[in-house]
């Protein structure tokens, strides 16, 4: 095997160094690394075995080998050789240097595909995808769905003008929230986003193999030479230095990825017939959602999840979720809908409608006119109670007397609650009233006069009290 071409590590702008590399220095693969396939390549109508012998490293390179070795093809006529990381990422950069073959019918590919979840809830990534046949072109993808006859999939095929095979080149792909870019040699050629195309933040391992046969590629003819290699330099995996944080939150499992599903920190109520679950099929990102439908009671009927949430009276919140309906199993027309809400309790545990519930806030997550088969957002805000002790956040499917069906799938829930400094007499309310209440405070020297929260109370609070009553907290 020729030695390729050394390269450096490059500190790509914004991710930083490798967190994960690779450059195969060693003179065998690193098991501990990767899982070497031994079973059959059983989609795509593929033709190979794939076999550890099959592959090696020598001269800094990982090699994956195909041919017609009989002697461990168990059946099938060509064997072959396929690489999996055992560890897995969610968002960053993946990068190879890597060198495809020639020859009608292979189908060498680098892609990325979560361990836990089902194929294709999870989603698929292809970095690279060439067909032996056409030394000049590539291509990359995107696979999505909740379940097998619902996949989806977006992809662009790419040509600069270089042959492929020739030589080695540097495929990359970028993966953000919401966003996945694909590069070749430093060019962007093709960029997705949310929620045109669906993009799970599932956990995904890195996969390097080389296929025989199948769909994509067609098969070998008398043209193809037997043995063929892809060879690849190096794999490496960034995570951003500066990482967009998370938005503020104070729910637990947000996700409603508790492991075995018993949604441990989700109460639900209404749930007759199992019609308040986590979900395997649809999620946002992680590998769950919750999944609401009605009770089919033949009355209208309230069903879903709740979570408790210590609160102060005065202080300002933001609740949002994310939402979507699937078209094979509408709510169009059905009157049925799904709501998020946000109740307040003088007393912790209280019953809804009870005397220490103090009133609610609640937005549509979804309804008759929603659009299907996208997820879509919805947010409120506002301050707590002054006598508020406690917030309920529930998630609420109202299914009507019609008792037609559908469901809802909900995602990536937030709370959020900060003092609202502007509220200076502590009313629940940002008014003129609070500047009274603001001199008041100064005039006495009292904590509720520092607005800018330096410990002190001087004329310098009064220009934070503007700021923070104009902005409504």
């Known amino acids: ?51 550890p012998n099959q592959v090696s490293v020598s001269g800094g390179a990982l090699r994956l080998r195909a041919d017609r070795d009989p002697s461990w093809s168990f059946g099938r006529e060509y064997n072959s050789g396929l690489v999996r990381t055992w560890q897995e990422w969610s968002y ?10 020639w020859g009608q019918g292979f189908w060498p590919a680098i892609w990325l595909l979560p361990r836990s979840a089902p194929w294709p809830a999870g989603g698929e990534l292809d970095i690279m995808e060439a067909r032996g046949d056409l030394p000049w072109r590539i291509s990359s993808a995107v696979h999505w769905g909740w379940d097998v006859p619902n996949h989806q999939y977006v992809s662009q095929a790419y040509e600069s003008g270089a042959n492929f095979q020739a030589d080695y080149h540097v495929y990359a792909m970028e993966w953000d929230i919401g966003t996945v870019g694909f590069f070749v040699d430093g060019v962007e050629h093709f960029r997705v986003y949310e929620p045109a195309v669906g993009i799970p933040g599932t956990p995904k391992s890195i996969v390097l193999n080389l296929a025989v046969g199948g769909d994509y590629s067609g098969y070998p003819d008398w043209t193809t030479p037997f043995p063929s290699y892809f060879d690849v330099d190096y794999v490496r995996v960034w995570q951003r230095s500066d990482p967009t944080p998370p938005p503020t939150s104070l729910i637990r499992d947000p996700g409603f990825e508790d492991a075995d599903g018993a949604l441990a920190d989700w109460p639900r109520f209404g749930n007759l017939n199992d019609n308040v679950v986590s979900d395997w099929g649809t999620p946002l990102d992680g590998v769950r959602s919750l999944k609401m439908f009605g009770q089919f009671t033949g009355e209208e009927n309230y069903s879903g999840a709740l979570q408790n949430i210590p609160v102060s009276g005065g202080e300002r919140f933001t609740a949002g979720a994310h939402a979507l309906t699937r078209s094979e199993d509408s709510i169009a027309g059905t009157g049925n809908e799904a709501l998020l809400k946000v109740e307040f309790y003088s007393q912790a545990g209280a019953a809804y409608g009870s005397p220490d519930f103090l009133g609610e806030h609640e937005v549509t997550l979804a309804d008759s006119s929603s659009p299907e088969d996208a997820w879509s957002y919805a947010e409120l805000s506002g301050i707590a109670p ?48 609070d500047f ?7 005039n006495a020297q009292s904590p509720a006069c520092d607005q800018n929260s330096d410990g002190l109370c001087t004329p310098a609070d009064l220009n934070a009290w503007v700021l923070n009553f104009n902005n409504g907290c």
């Open 1 to 51: 095997m020729a030695a390729p071409a050394a390269g450096q590590v490059r500190i790509v702008p914004g991710w930083g160094a490798p967190i994960f590399e690779d450059n195969f220095d060693g003179g065998s693969i690193d098991w501990g690394t990767w899982q070497v396939a031994d079973w059959p390549g059983n989609n795509n109508n593929e033709s190979q075995y794939y076999h």
């Open 92 to 101: 960053g950069r993946v990068e190879v240097r890597a060198r495809v073959p």
């Open 386 to 433: 002054i006598d508020a002790v406690e917030a309920r956040v529930t998630l609420l499917f109202r299914q009507t007397a019609f008792n037609l069906g559908g469901s809802v799938f909900v995602d990536s829930v937030t709370f959020d609650a900060t003092v609202c400094r502007a509220d200076t007499n502590g009313d629940g309310l940002v008014t003129p009233a």
């Open 436 to 442: 009274n209440a603001w001199i008041l405070a100064y």
